[in-house]
Structures are given as C-alpha cells and as structure tokens.
C-alpha cells in the first residue's frame, strides 16, 4: 500500500489567492502641491491623473481587486471613492452642460473600461467638491496643514470592514468566522476575505502634533498585517519611514517627481502575493533615534521618564520629570552596569501630588530656548 | 456573577423540555412574588436573568432585531471601561505561572485544559510584549509538586515562544501543583528586578488544592512585603488561598481573581492581563529616571557575529555606548547592560495613557442624523423617526435608488432593536458596532476626531473643533523631531494639568 | 473548477503569433489577456514594463526576483513568451508595440469610441432591468443543461438547433443510431459538472473551434467575447459598432442566455451577468462567479447539498436537473417533494470515474453546492469523505502517463544537470536519470532553446 502515493491529489493551497484591496491616501493640499510644482514641476492634476491610472493598474490585475482612494486634506481627511454613500455624485462642473454636450461626455466614457471609470469619476468629482469647498482662508492659516492620523484611521477602519468583516483580524472568534464563511468567500485562517495595502502620497511635512495618533495608526496597520507604502514627494519624513518599516512597507524618494507613474508601477504595484517573491526597494537606515524633549537633540543615548516615557538628554534639574512632574528617583543611574540593588527601604517617599506648581517653574524657567 | 448566571441559563435553554418548562413556572411563581414584595432578601440566584424574557418582539412577530441588540450588547461589553487617564506600570515585570499539574489533564476546555493553557499562553506572550514593548516576562510551571522554570526574565517575545516549545509542549501533566513553591521562585526571580517596573505574578491554576511544603501564608506575606501584585486565572472553581492573595497584594481587590465560564472566557481573562496594571499606590513602584540607548541599524556587507546569539547575521543595531551588535529589540545590551529600544517602542505604550474615551449609544431620536458609518460606509438600519419624519427625508434623501430600497424592506425588521449607531462624545459622529471595537481595541484613535467634520458630511449633529484648534495651535516650524512632540501631547493631557503653561510656552519660542 | 475554465485558455495559447498580434489590438482583448492569462509575476513584470519608454534588460528583471522564487520567475518568462507579448532583443525585453499601447489606452481610457461597448444614445422603449436579464439567463442556461440530461422542456424553451449543433460537434451529446434523439456522452456529464462561468466558457470555445470551420474570423470572435465581458450589466448597447461576424453572433449568444435582445431585428443589445463574468478569473470566488452561481443555481441560491460523515447526502432539491447530476456519482437512495436522498459508495464513484468524472470535479461541485448549514464547517465537507473519494479515484491510476519529450545522450555530465535543473525551473520536468544521462520533460521548445544558447555561448 505504501506504493500508492496519493500525494499528488492532495495539493490543498494553504494560503488562497485572496484579492487585494488597494487604498490610496493622496495630500491635497494646494500649497504643498504648488511648491512641488515650483521646484519640479509635477502639478496636482497630473499627478492624480498617474495616481489614477496606477489605480486602474491595480484594479486589472483581478476583477476582484478593489480599490479606495482618500484625502488627506487641508483639515482633515475625506473619502474621494468610494464617496460616502448618500452624498452627492454628481461633478460640479458636469451639471452646467447642454444636453449635447452631456452626450459627447457619455460617448466618451464609452471609451474606457467602466469599473475604471467608476473610480474615474467618483474621485474626480468628489475632488472638485473638496476644493471648490476650501476658501482662501483656510488656506492661509493652514499652509502645512495635514490630516494624516485621520486619513490612516478611515482607511484602516473601512478596510476593517472589507477585508475582515469588521472582525478586527481576531482569530478567536469562533462565531465570527462561520459568519464569514457562509458569506461564501475564501478566507484564510485569520478570517480575512481580502488582503489590504496603503499607499501614501505625500507632500506635506509631518503633522507633528499627530504623533501618536499616526503611530497609533500604524500598530494597527502592523496588527492587521497591511503595509504602509510611502512615496513622499517633497519633505522627508520621519513619521512616515517608521511607518514603512513597522509594518513592512516600501519608502521612496522619488529623485524626479515627473516620473511619478514609473516609479509607483514599480514600487508599489506588487500585490501580497508578488512581494512575496519580488525584492522590493527598502529603506535601509530609517532614522529611529530619538529628540530629547529639553533641548531636541537627536540622541543616542538618553534618560527616560518612568511614569510618562518623556526623553530627556540629561537627567532633569531636582530630578522632576518637566512633562508629568514626577518626582524621580536618579539614584540607579550612578551604578549603571553593576547589579541593581532593591532600594533601602527607610528611604522617604515621593511625594508627587504637590509638586505641579513648583514643577511648572522648573521647567519653564530652567529650559533653555530651543535653536530655530 | 451575573454573567455566569446568564451563561447557565442560555445553555440550558437549548436542553429538552423539562428545564425550561420548569423555568417559566418559576417566573410566574417569582412576579407574584414581587407583587407582593415579601421577599425581605433575595439570594442572588433567585434573580436569574432569562435570555428570553429581555427579547422584544417587533410588530410583526420577528425578533432580528433583539437578537441584533443582543449580539452588539454582548459585544460592547468587553469594550466599555474606565477611560479617564490615570497612570499605569508600563515597564512591567512579570512572571508567569502555568499550572502543568494532573489536574490539567481535564477535558472540560477542550481539547483539553493542559493544551488550551498552553495555546493561550503563547498567544498571552505576543500580546504581552505588544502591548508592553519595554517589559520583561518569564514563565514558571508547577509541575508534579516542583516548580520548574520554562524561560527566564527577558524581553523578547521569541525566546519565551520557543521555551514554550520545547520545555512545556512535550511535558506531560503529573502530580500536584505547589503554589507556594511556584509563587517563591517567581518571588526570587523578581528580586533583582528594578524598583521602576511594576513586579506581577499571573497564576493559571487549573487545580483545587495546593501541596506546599510549608505555610504559604508567609510566602503571601513576603510577596506583600515586596510590592509583588498577584492575578490568578482559576479553571475549575475559586480557591480561598488564591483569592486571599490577589487581595492581600492588591489592596484588598480581589478584581484580579477570575474563574473561567468557556474557552472564550478563559482568553478573555488571560487577555485582560496583558494590559499594564492601574497604579494605585505609590508604593508598587518607584517613578526613576532610566538610561536608554536608541542604536541606529545598519546593513553590513558581510556576515558578523550578533553579541547577542553568537549568529551570523548581515544587518543588526549597534549598541551606542559598546558599538557591539544586537540583532533584536528591544533588549538590554549583552556587553555594557545598557536597555536599547527604538523610539517607536515608546510610541507602542502611549495609548495606555491616553485611553480613547468610550463612544455611547445614538438613541432612535437621533438616529435620523447618520444614514451609514462615518468610517467604514456600513448602512445603518433607517427607522423612520415618528418625530419628524421630514427631517429624515431630508438626510438620506440623496441617497442612491438601491440603498433606499434596501433600507425601506429593513425598516419592520428592526423597529425595536437598537440603532446600531455609536458616537464619539467629542465630535459626534456616528459610527457602527464594529469600527467602534476596533478604534477601542486597535486603533485606539477615533477617525471621527481625526478626520475633522467636514460640511459634505451628514450624519453628525454638530461640528466641534476643539480637538483641531488645539492641535493648530501647537504646529511649530521647527518641529522635525517626533518624541518631542509626542512629550507635547503628553503634556496636553491630564496627567499635569499643572504644567499646561510651561509646555506651550516651549512650543511658542 | 478552475482547472477546467484553465484548459479552455490553453487552447487559446495554441493560437499562432499573427492571431495574438490581431487580438492585441482592442483595448478589451488585451486587458482581457493580461488579466486572465498572466500569472500574478508576469503581470507584475508587464506592468513595470508597460510605462518604460525604454527596454529593460532581463538581468533587471531577474535581479528583481527573490533568488528562491526562480521557478516563478521562469513560469512567468515563459508565459510572456509564449504570448507573444514581449519581444527579446540583445538580452532586454520589450512589451509588444500593439499590447503596449492598447492596454495603455485601457488603463488611462484613451481608446477610440466605443472600445468597451457603445452605450445607446437614445431610451430603450421596453427597456429591463437587471432582475429581467438574470432570470433570462438563468432560464436559458438552464434549459440547455436540462435538454442535456434530456428532461422535459416545454417545446418553446427548447434549445435551437444552433445550440443542438454546437453540443453534437463539441461531443457533450451525440446522435445514437438507435434513436434520432442526442444522448448525453460521458464529456456531457463532466461538463455538466464544472461551475457556471466554467461551462460558458467550455461552450464558447466549442463555438469558436466551430466558427473556423464555418470560416469566421476567430479574432473577430474573441474581440467580442471579451468585450462582452468588460460590459456593464443592464446598460443597453448599440450594434453599430459591431462587425459583420458579430452581429452574426449575437444571434448565438442570444440563445446561450449570454444577451439579450428583445427582437432579432431590434439594434440594441444587452448583456447579462453571464457576460459581465466572462473575463473575471476564478480565483477570485468571492463576488463575481459567486454571484453568476447564484444566478444560475436553480432557485436556490445558498446551496442544498449535506453530506455527512458516514457518505450519506441529503439534497435539498427538487429540480431534476441536480438530481440527474447526483445520480452520476452517487447512489439514490429515496426522494420527498423536496429532498433527495443518497448515498456516495464506491460503486457509484468508480461508475462516474469511468464515465471521465474526476474526484476533483465532484468534490468541488459538491463544494459549491454545499449547504449553508455545511458551510459552517471548515473544511466544508467531512475530510473522510473527500479522502476516500480521491482514494477511489487512485485505485485505477496504478500508471500514469504524461505526453512528452525523451532528451539524452548530453555531452557532459553539467550540461545534463544545468538542463535539469532549468527544466525543473519552469516545472516540465517529468523525470530524469542521472546515471543514464536521460531527461523526460512534458514541453520541449524552451527546452531546445536553452540547449541551443548553451552551446553557442558567444552569443
């Protein structure tokens, strides 16, 4: 009976071919846009019109690909497409047409494949409503403004839904899976339907206040298994390496903006499946040194706060932590390297309460003017 | 307790005639009661909540939509906890102590506890080290009246994984289980530990007794004594000894005992663990200030040894005070002792201190607002609100031709059920059951805040602000270092509200 | 189920170099192609080519490729090659010209007018929906499936003597001496067991294999097919940009279920969702075939099929169809108004075996077909079951044999190792002896190519 090798017949693929679903998180701020073009050349409208057809790339390589596209505007963060069901899906600029030429319109689109013209036109249209929505105002108050914490989080929560049923990628659920099951799709062990990737375009600097909500974003990408693309135009990045990295995406640089589609058809076109087996350009030094908060130096080696994880270049005057007013306990920094000894236990307690006004003096009067 | 009555019910509710027969009796027999209150004091079994009194018919005889609210209910549960900010041990120590005794050979969780336990610890330990990137672990088992050591105090997740493997898979579950023996060995081994970091011991105890050879109560004492806090996960049923010493090293809470109901249950337990522990007192550890290392990685052009494994590796991090090679972080450097992270480990820990605050219910009266998720575009049931039933036209009047069909055939199924719709208190918007848990769970950021109302969007009552004017305010030009500014969202929160002036004089300079 | 949809395709690689030029120059065709032919890498490949204005050279391309992946790397070279799609000059590749610019006006939209379908510009009076069009397929599909298996049909659904003709020539049925009546051949009942889009597409390639023989242009045949497949499900089309041939074909294809139209002489057309399908691959389950299944799958559109561990199946149906397709693997046992009962021995599936069922086909109909209430289960048939089934089947195949080509008597003994190892890379290799210097490989042509580089190096 060993002769029978019935080996052959049983090829089950672990892994099934799942679809992708590809979302694009493009900046659509006017200003950064209008200094890119002043320096490279590459405008809005051309790059959306390469961001398009990158989308329509994807979206060919299988009927079931899907694809989202979302900006990352002035303020905050909208869907172009697929728009916000109920909202408005007519073009601005379409509505004042004749009839005839309504017609010729139509005929037009004729010409192109209707899943990409779908995507077309949704995100072109919800585009026009964003900016013709934006005033002069807005602008001048928020010229670097940036969304980016917004935008990951819709993007993360919609492909929550789509890729795993709203289930989170938790495999525990017993119950959860059978309801995906009988949906009637493929599924893989962790109850995910479609794998998931993020793109970001990116032209504006590091919406510095956003630190933890991006980061916070980007454990959550790296929990759910979907990299983080980054093609950063202009303004290099830290925030955005690190999110690459943590969750194994492509960073670049691209020297020639111009050359905007070569470089995604390149870079970040490969699915789940062709990273697999393709050597994709990575970043290899990503900057992962910290800034201390006393004086911003970029640091080697620094002194952290227990209570709170604030980073300081030196350990703080009085050994008051300047960000949560901690009183702290500097004595183990001097025997670094030697075995640490569990402090005596006669010595007195911290007091942490009553320390808030004496702490705000400390550090307003004691830390010197940041250079810049 | 509640729960478990609740569970006992529901699965005895799926039995043959008898027992429910029986339950419906005792209902009526108890409603008379209540008429006549003579009940002077209840026994808390006396109360028991029948799954299928709480169920409401809708109009026409259909219960979707209680088993709708059901379902969310149940799923909110877990969800819905204490979200003021308060300070936590996020450098935690912690020692885990499996019970691999005979007792664990039991096959009420199945495939049987000793597996279940097993599987569930591994997945314990890559939580843990998620949740809490610069804290150490180590596992200890009680076997055949030993307590046996499975990995020792470290902080990568891969080492205690494959200890895991290799010492505790191929054991077999014999003898008794020592709690005493266990919980001195996890006491010795947090000995050493600095007093920054909290000390934990999380217990699995699958048996009913414990064979120590002298008087635990002393163990107990000495573990108070070392500012040691104590969870235990009980399988089969409470212990006194356990609970007396959850509550003796924890202030007299015994919140840190549970007994488990279902595998799920039992995860649900263990998961709860991984999350860095409230601290209450200033006694479970002192604040310090800790010397860390932040090593740049670099790719070599030829294979070095890792001061760490002695492997052959190509790229690693360089230790900045040794320049030795480590090929894992984060981790303290095998030569100089220095503790080396990546600042993005610091950036894992952050939502434990700023908690995203729990999102409430939309009651039906506003449900007319939202028509789908502001996030993820998952439809909302549409139940035509009795008030003002122009309003809601007016909302979801632009609505393509599908959707409001689909929605109209919705509308009697769900009359009774919840709106399915949860808003963040901050802006407004409304979101569905599932974005909610995973914006609580994973997320931990709310995409409405975030994203900022925009005038297109319907479906949010009004458009607050104040999250953006805040942030606005503190864009500096010059800020290009991220920890610094994640210091400054440190300080914007509550835990000094002290220092508020101090910090944003920084960022105005 | 894929591998039968597959089989169609490779016909298609048959096809000489001077077709796949002609087919290449529709928009439709060549996105059509590159999405159902091209393995994931050479999509890839072609996508990275498709916007360089430049050749690239291979070395690039194989830089590109993780150096353990190489057997992919190579099916995808040679699936390229094979479709004519890349030219290779002075060791760089280059897209074919036509491909090149065609799919490029696919992606960015620049085609001409009416290169994926061109819409009526006018209101159809007697216009339908897209619930019409569904159950207009559905009914005639399913009463070619049901002449087939030769049930009753109403004479007004029976199937016309264009689609008669079609299955007698594709020998799904033949014509007994004993009877005028066709008969179901045992290639029929295999059919009758592949998915829905996989038997469209077996249909539609019988109907090309007998189109060029009715000399039709197989280009013009395929343009269409695969323009039928990027159009959009309840639009109506005009006719006017059709060719001669296909508006000959409509006719046809109306009688499939494939469009609709409401009259012969009427100038507009629609498609319906077994159009619309056409072009998606399989391995995608998820929403398109699925949803063509539910389209054609027999009222019930969540399954039917228990089967339980101890080989006894219960199906919950009572179209005669599916019973006539479960009595050709399975043993019935007894039958309610709406439940069928049976029971899979090994009788039943040697029978079906012998019919030229494979154990593949009838795990994955049954697969499909499951019910909701086994659809829970993972895997969605009881493991048992399905073992002894594909057990069943082996018990025949003591010997196998593999169409091929037999190499020998190499020079050395590394070139006989470096053509191993190459062959095994693009996953022909059969079988090879060491000792004897012996190759068997199931293609020979890159083979001979590579023998052919070696041995004039310099070049």
């Known amino acids: ?372 | 307790m509640a729960d478990s009555d609740e569970d006992f019910v529901l699965e005895s509710s799926g039995d043959e005639r008898g027992p429910r027969t029986r339950g419906s009796r005792r209902q009526t027999r108890k409603s008379k009661k209540e008429d006549a209150s003579a009940a002077p004091r209840r026994e808390k079994w006396e109360d028991i909540q029948r799954s299928w009194d709480t169920v409401v018919e809708a109009a026409d005889g259909s219960i979707a939509g209680a088993v709708i609210g059901l379902l969310e209910a149940t799923k909110r549960k877990r969800l819905l906890r204490d979200t003021t900010p308060i300070q936590r041990g996020i450098i935690r120590h912690l020692v885990l102590v499996l019970d691999l005794s005979s007792a664990m050979v039991e096959k009420d969780l199945r495939p049987t506890r000793f597996l279940l336990t097993l599987r569930y610890a591994r997945d314990f330990v890559t939580e843990y080290f998620e949740q809490n990137p610069i804290s150490q672990l180590s596992i200890v088992a009680m076997h055949d009246g030993l307590a046996m050591r499975i990995s020792d105090m470290g902080g990568n997740p891969s080492d205690h994984l494959t200890a895991l493997q290799e010492k505790a898979f191929p054991l077999e579950p014999k003898g008794a289980s020592s709690l005493q023996n266990a919980l001195e060995m996890a006491r010795a081994e947090l000995f050493h530990t600095p007093s920054h970091g909290t000390r934990e011991i999380f217990v699995i105890f699958g048996a009913l007794s414990s064979s120590d050879p002298a008087d635990i109560h002393e163990t107990i004492n000495a573990l108070v004594d070392d500012r040691i806090q104590i969870r235990v996960v009980g399988l089969a049923a409470q212990v006194a000894v356990c609970r007396e010493m959850v509550m003796k090293t924890n202030d007299g809470d015994d919140s840190g005992y549970g007994v488990v109901l279902d595998e799920a249950h039992y995860r649900e337990l263990m998961m709860a663990a991984t999350s860095p522990p409230i601290t209450k007192s200033e006694s479970t550890s002192t604040p310090s200030l800790l010397m860390m290392g932040f090593p740049s990685r670099t790719v070599e052009n030829f294979e070095t040894l890792c001061s760490c494994h002695s492997n052959l590796t190509k790229g690693g991090y360089i230790c900045p005070r040794c320049s030795s090679k480590i090929c894992f972080l984060p981790t303290e450097c095998p030569c100089c002792g220095l503790t080396l992270i990546l600042s993005t480990h610091l950036a894992r820990s952050y939502h434990h201190l700023f908690p995203l605050k729990n999102w409430v219910e939309v009651p039906w009266s506003d449900a007319h607002l939202s028509t789908h998720c502001f996030s993820c575009h998952f439809a909302f049931p549409l139940n035509p609100p009795p008030t003002s039933p122009s309003k809601s036209r007016q909302s979801h009047g632009l609505t393509t031709k599908g959707f409001e069909k689909g929605s109209q055939s919705q509308n009697n199924s769900t009359q009774n059920a919840v709106s399915q719709r949860y808003a963040c208190p901050d802006c407004k918007t409304h979101f569905c059951i599932d974005c909610d848990i995973f914006a609580h769970e994973s997320l931990h950021n709310c995409p409405g805040c975030q994203a900022v109302p925009a005038s297109v969007t319907k479906g949010r009552a009004n458009v607050s602000s104040t999250t953006t004017a805040n942030s606005r305010k503190l864009v500096g030009h010059n800020m290009k270092t991220q920890v610094a500014e994640a210091t400054k969202m440190l300080e914007k929160s509550k835990i000094a509200p002290g220092n508020g002036t101090g910090s944003s004089m920084d960022v105005d300079v | 189920m894929s591998s039968q949809a597959m089989k169609g395709f490779e016909q298609l690689e048959g096809l000489p170099e001077a077709i796949f030029k002609r087919l290449y120059q529709q928009p439709a065709t060549s996105l059509a192609i590159f999405r159902r032919m091209l393995p994931n890498l050479a999509k890839t490949f072609v996508m990275a080519m498709l916007f360089n204005p430049d050749p690239i050279p291979i070395s690039t391309l194989e830089g590109w490729v993780h150096p353990d992946k190489n057997s992919l790397k190579e099916e995808a070279f040679a699936k390229l090659r094979q479709l004519h799609l890349v030219t290779e000059r002075q060791g760089t590749f280059a897209l074919d010209a036509t491909f090149k610019t065609e799919l490029t006006k696919a992606l960015t939209g620049g085609g001409s007018p009416g290169s994926f379908g061109l819409p009526c510009d006018t209101d159809d009076k007697n216009k339908v929906d897209i619930s019409f069009l569904d159950k207009y397929a559905t009914e005639q599909w399913e009463s070619i499936l049901h002449f087939m298996v030769g049930n009753e049909v109403p004479s007004s659904r029976r199937p016309s003597e264009g689609v008669v003709r079609l299955l007698l020539h594709g020998k799904l049925m033949e014509q007994t001496r004993a009877s005028s009546e066709a008969v179901i051949t045992q290639l029929g009942f295999s059919f009758l067991l592949q998915e829905a889009n996989a038997q469209v597409w077996t249909l539609l390639l019988l109907y090309l294999d007998m189109a060029e023989q009715l000399r039709m242009d197989p280009v013009d045949i395929l343009h269409f097919l695969f323009l039928l497949g990027s159009l959009e499900l309840g639009q109506d089309y005009d006719m006017k940009s059709l060719t001669p041939t296909q508006k000959g074909m409509l006719e046809d294809l109306r009688d499939y279920g494939i469009v609709y139209q409401r009259k012969s002489s009427s100038r507009r057309f629609y498609p319906t969702r077994l159009a619309t399908a056409l072009t998606s691959e399989i391995r995608a389950t998820s929403s398109p075939s699925r949803s063509i299944q539910n389209a054609i799958s027999h009222g019930d559109e969540n399954g039917f099929l228990i089967v339980e561990t101890n080989y006894r199946m219960y199906a919950y149906t009572n179209s005669p169809l599916q019973i006539a397709v479960l009595n050709l693997f399975a043993r019935l046992i007894s039958r309610f108004p709406n439940l069928v009962t049976a029971r899979i021995t090994r009788e039943s599936i040697r029978q079906a075996i012998g019919k030229g069922i494979t154990a593949e086909q009838i795990i994955d109909y049954m697969t499909v077909n499951a019910h909701p209430q086994l659809r829970k289960n993972t895997p969605v048939l009881p493991p048992t079951v399905v073992d002894q089934i594909r057990l069943w089947q082996i018990e025949g195949e003591r010997m196998k044999a593999t169409p091929g080509y037999l190499f020998k008597e190499f020079s050395t003994n590394s070139e006989f190792n470096a053509v191993c190892r190459y062959a095994n890379d693009l996953g022909v290799l059969v079988w090879a002896d060491q000792n004897k210097g012996n190759l068997f490989v199931s293609k020979h042509e890159q083979i001979a190519d590579f023998i052919r580089k070696r041995a004039q190096p310099n070049r």
Not at chain 1, 289 to 313: M, N
Request: glycine share 8%.
């Open chain 1, 1 to 372: 009976m060993d002769n029978v090798d019935g080996t052959e017949h049983y090829n089950f693929k672990s892994n099934p071919d799942l679809p992708t679903l590809q979302v694009i998180i493009i900046d659509t701020n006017p200003v950064a846009w209008e200094l890119l073009k002043q320096s490279s050349g590459l405008g809005f409208p051309d790059a959306l019109s390469q961001i398009l057809i990158f989308a329509n790339a994807h979206l060919a390589f299988s009927l079931s690909n899907r694809a989202a596209v979302i900006a990352n505007h002035l303020d905050g963060a909208h869907f172009l497409s697929p728009a916000p069901p109920g909202s408005d899906l007519t073009d601005p600029d379409e509505a004042n047409l004749t009839p005839e030429q309504q017609k010729i319109v139509s005929q037009q689109k004729a010409s192109q494949y209707r899943v990409f013209r779908i995507l077309e036109d949704e995100v072109r249209a919800s585009y026009r409503r964003l900016i013709k929505s934006t005033t002069v105002e807005d602008l001048e108050k928020n010229p670097n403004g940036s969304a980016l914490s917004g935008a990951l989080g819709l993007a993360l929560t919609y492909i929550n839904r789509v890729c795993f049923g709203g289930t989170g990628g938790r495999s525990g659920g017993a119950e959860e899976k059978v309801k995906i099951n009988s949906a009637g799709g493929k599924v893989d062990d962790t109850g995910r339907m479609m794998h998931a990737k993020i793109l970001i375009v990116s032209v504006t600097p590091d919406p510095a206040p956003q630190y933890i909500s991006v980061m916070n974003g980007v454990f959550a990408a790296q929990r759910l298994k979907v990299p983080i693309d980054v093609c950063k135009l202009r303004e290099s990045t830290v925030f955005l390496q690190q999110a690459a990295d943590a969750t194994g995406g492509v960073y670049m640089e691209p020297e020639h903006p111009k050359g905007l589609l070569q470089y995604l058809m390149m870079g970040f076109l490969p699915d789940q499946l062709a990273r697999e087996s393709i050597i994709l350009p990575t970043k290899v030094d990503v900057d992962f040194r910290a800034a201390c908060f006393c004086h911003k130096k970029v640091l080697d080696i620094g002194f952290v706060c227990s209570i709170c994880l604030s980073i300081f270049c030196q350990p703080p005057e009085g050994a008051v932590c300047s960000t949560c007013g901690t009183k702290l306990d500097v004595s183990s920094l001097e025997n670094i390297g030697k075995p640490v000894v569990a402090p005596p236990k006669k010595k007195k307690k911290k007091k942490v309460t009553d320390s808030l006004s004496e702490s705000g003096v400390a550090s307003a009067a004691q830390s010197p003017a940041p250079e810049g």
